[in-house]
């Protein structure tokens, strides 16, 4: 397969955390966590999400979401998210499965929820008939590339509260987001106010394996049976713990974080100068517009809109998604192992196409 744009899940795993799990590949130790791998970097999510954080490994982002969700709500609780987000679109509907919640979800232009539209689903509240929100969930980064400020997580973190509610974090890509915003993970998460969080490295490195973080003690409650149950018990935890205690002791998800970004950047530098060249000449027919990066490039994703015709032909070169075919919007996605050859080679194939 031609190193493309589809997804940062399809680049391979950093040779750190590859080298990780081959050092924690000695010997027998303790299954489901009792090993000392987990012990280390159970220390290591306090030391970076503060004291009163606990971790649950879990194999991948919808379990760690759906365990999130499970110590939030009950099943005749809401969860308010956007429109786009994962919880919502890409997860088959697992939370309403498991959980049995009901999402509310919220259209926005950005991906990102406000106070202002998270207001329109409050209401119900002591209504047997209607389900109860229970909780606010947002993304960061969000499935558009865009990144809340830590004041506007704040403001939903106080929002929730003052409605006996909780906030939650999907952090897939919160490496990403931290690096963009120059902060730390507790700065972005427990200093705000988030209850708790999905916390993933499998878009920036890691083989697998992802991460529940309570922040809000008051939801730890029986999380350890309600994982089990969810079929999200790891036996030979110390394989995930292992990529975990590489990830964050070495800098790993900084620097890869910064590069996937870097990268967008260069994708977005080339295609505005492509733009500038060509998009004059094109049909602005809303079957054949013109080039336009749709949502501010903040992290490692552009979304463009381009003439079908044109992303059509790209796609039997390179994959990569269509994301609103009926306005011809496509995103690309930049990895940790992104390349500028990777860029060049798929800028000219665009122009060429053009």
């Given at each position: 397969m031609k190193r493309g744009f589809g997804s940062d899940n399809h680049s391979g795993i950093s040779p750190e955390i590859l080298q990780a799990?081959?050092?924690?590949?000695?010997?027998?130790?303790?299954?489901?966590?009792?090993?000392?791998?987990?012990?280390?970097?159970?220390?290591?999510?306090?030391?970076?999400?503060?004291?009163?954080?606990?971790?649950?490994?879990?194999?991948n982002g919808t379990g760690a979401n759906v365990l999130c969700i499970d110590a939030m709500c009950r099943s005749h609780e809401a969860v308010v998210c956007a429109e786009t987000a994962h919880i919502n679109v890409d997860e088959c509907g697992a939370p309403q499965r498991v959980v049995g919640c009901r999402l509310l979800?919220?259209?926005?232009?950005?991906?990102?929820?406000?106070?202002?539209?998270?207001?329109?689903?409050?209401?119900?509240?002591?209504?047997e008939h209607h389900s109860q929100p229970k909780a606010i969930s947002i993304t960061q980064s969000t499935e558009l590339g865009t990144l809340y400020t830590l004041d506007e997580i704040r403001a939903l973190a106080d929002l929730a509260h003052s409605y006996n509610m909780y906030l939650h974090m999907d952090g897939a890509r919160l490496a990403n987001a931290a690096v963009a915003l120059r902060c730390?993970?507790?700065?972005?998460?427990?200093?705000?106010?988030?209850?708790?969080?999905s916390f993933g490295g499998t878009k920036n490195g890691m083989l697998m394996g992802e991460s529940c973080v309570i922040l809000n003690p008051a939801l730890d409650i029986d999380l350890k049976y309600r994982r089990k149950q969810m079929?999200?018990?790891?036996?030979?935890?110390?394989?995930?713990?292992?990529?975990?205690?590489?990830?964050?002791?070495?800098?790993?998800?900084?620097?890869?974080?910064?590069?996937?970004?870097?990268?967008?950047?260069?994708?977005?530098?080339e295609l505005q100068e492509l733009m500038s060249q060509h998009s004059p000449a094109l049909p602005s027919t809303p079957q054949h517009s013109t080039i336009k990066i749709m949502y501010p490039v903040q992290v490692n994703s552009v979304f463009v809109q381009l003439p079908a015709e044109v992303w059509h032909a790209l796609q039997k070169e390179y994959f990569f998604y269509d994301w609103d075919e009926a306005q011809n919007v496509v995103r690309w996605m930049c990895s940790f192992d992104t390349t500028e050859d990777d860029i060049h080679s798929f800028v000219s194939a665009l122009k060429r196409l053009l």
């Open positions: 799990i081959a050092a924690a590949n000695v010997d027998h130790a303790l299954a489901y966590g009792g090993d000392e791998w987990c012990a280390r970097t159970e220390q290591l999510f306090r030391d970076h999400f503060g004291p009163q954080a606990k971790v649950y490994f879990v194999f979800t919220v259209d926005t232009p950005d991906g990102k929820l406000t106070p202002e539209l998270v207001r329109t689903r409050l209401h119900g509240f002591g209504f730390s993970f507790k700065e972005m998460t427990t200093d705000l106010g988030v209850d708790c969080l079929t999200q018990l790891c036996s030979k935890m110390r394989f995930i713990a292992a990529q975990f205690e590489a990830y964050l002791t070495t800098g790993l998800w900084r620097r890869n974080a910064e590069h996937s970004n870097a990268m967008a950047q260069l994708l977005k530098k």
